[in-house]
């Protein structure tokens, strides 16, 4: 795609007032993972995920005109302030001041939940940078009335991406892509709906999240992303995420779910692997992440029905199964997989449309 960082930054002037804004976005789970990045948050491979939609942030956002000289911005998780992530979208918004200058001139109250546990392992990056992003282009829209949808959601990824890059990835329902591919028009600025046919099967997938560990990871990701540029494995890692990429291509078109799971469990099992090759190594499975793969194998040897896994980057698991399956897969965690969750916690969640915009009340 032929656009530039200078595309998103505005050329119109319009007139400020005060509003209101909330939207609901998702989280995603990568297929192929992006692991490894330069510039400001640009990916070193493509990645494609599934938009999940019961794990979501909401944010919703007010804005009017500075009172004093200086913009105030006030923060609140949950209904009360929390300077933790008051900072992490303060740092967001100084960070796309050149794409959203009218920020300077405004007042703003930020007000979010997550309808996951914070501290279940589940990333709130990808859907807490993605519902601001979209908040902060309701401002936009209020000022530039020739803003197209495409154009809405394509600027809403491009700053979500400056955040955190999965959430370039929650801005669209069903598979969604980031980054350049020789077989398609996905860019690394911003996420794209999969432009490829996709079969039936893949539009209600359901993806049971086994929360193994809610603890404070060790490394983050951000200094995962890091190890991989001094890598001895970190070239044939980005080759392998194009060819896994295209190898999807006709997996997806067909409803070839075998294929389906050979490319996503070699993709999460790759992952860890390149964090276990980092230097320093590290390891972010868990005893009951293993046990957890171990028995998904087992079922599915046993019944046939087509379980599989996908992990991100921590030491839950991701039971990614066809929606008809759900009873039986559902019998099986209750049976076989919930004494390895902490607390025996799980959240039952499945692809998704996209992010909603909610009413303000
Ligand atoms: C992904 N992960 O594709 C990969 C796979 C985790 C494992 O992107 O530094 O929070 O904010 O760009 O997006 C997690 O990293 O990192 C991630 P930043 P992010 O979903």
């Given amino acids: 795609m032929n656009l530039s960082n200078e595309s998103f930054v505005p050329n119109w002037s319009g007139s400020l007032s005060e509003g209101k804004a909330a939207w609901k976005s998702p989280s995603n789970i990568a297929l192929v993972k992006y692991w490894g990045k330069h510039g400001i948050q640009l990916p070193n491979n493509p990645s494609v995920s599934f938009t999940l939609n019961n794990c979501n942030t909401q944010t919703s956002l007010q804005w009017s005109p500075k009172a004093g000289t200086d913009s105030k911005r006030t923060f609140l998780f949950e209904g009360e302030k929390n300077p933790e992530f008051g ?8 960070k796309i001041a050149d794409y ?5 001139e405004l007042d703003l109250i930020i007000d979010t939940k997550n309808t996951f546990p914070h501290s279940s392992g589940i990333a709130s990056s990808a859907s807490g940078m993605s519902a601001l992003a979209l ?3 309701s401002i936009e829209e209020s000022l530039n009335a020739d ?3 495409d154009e809405f959601f394509q600027k809403a990824s491009f700053l979500a991406r400056i955040g955190s890059g999965s959430a370039s990835r929650s801005l669209y329902g069903g598979l969604v892509q980031w ?3 020789k077989e398609s028009i ?6 794209t709906a999969y432009e490829h046919p996709v079969h039936d099967v893949f539009k209600t997938y359901r993806d049971t999240v086994l929360l193994v560990d809610r603890g404070q990871k060790q490394v983050s990701s951000t200094v995962g992303h890091g190890l991989l540029k001094d890598h001895p494995f970190a070239d044939t890692r980005y080759q392998l995420a194009g060819k896994n990429l295209s190898a999807f291509r006709p997996v997806f078109a067909n409803g070839d779910i075998d294929g389906f799971i050979d490319i996503v469990e070699r993709e999460a ?3 860890h692997a390149l964090m276990m090759t980092s230097n320093p190594y590290f390891i972010l499975m868990k005893p009951n992440t293993l046990a957890i793969i171990e028995q998904i194998w087992a079922y599915r040897n046993e019944s046939n029905i087509p379980v599989s896994f996908t992990l991100d980057a921590g030491a839950n698991v991701h039971l990614l199964f066809p929606s008809e399956y759900e009873q039986k897969v559902s019998e099986f965690v209750d049976s076989e997989l919930v004494g390895y969750c902490q607390n025996k916690q799980y959240i039952c969640d499945h692809v998704g449309s996209g992010p909603e915009r909610l009413n303000n009340d």
């Fill in 135 to 137: 908040g902060l282009m």
């Fill in 186 to 191: 996905g860019s690394d600025l911003f996420g």
């Fill in 100 to 104: 959203a200058p009218w920020l300077k």
């Fill in 269 to 271: 099992l790759m992952l």
């Fill in 87 to 94: 900072q992490k979208s303060f740092s967001f918004i100084e």
């Fill in 147 to 149: 803003l197209s949808q």
């Fill in 179 to 181: 980054g350049t591919h």
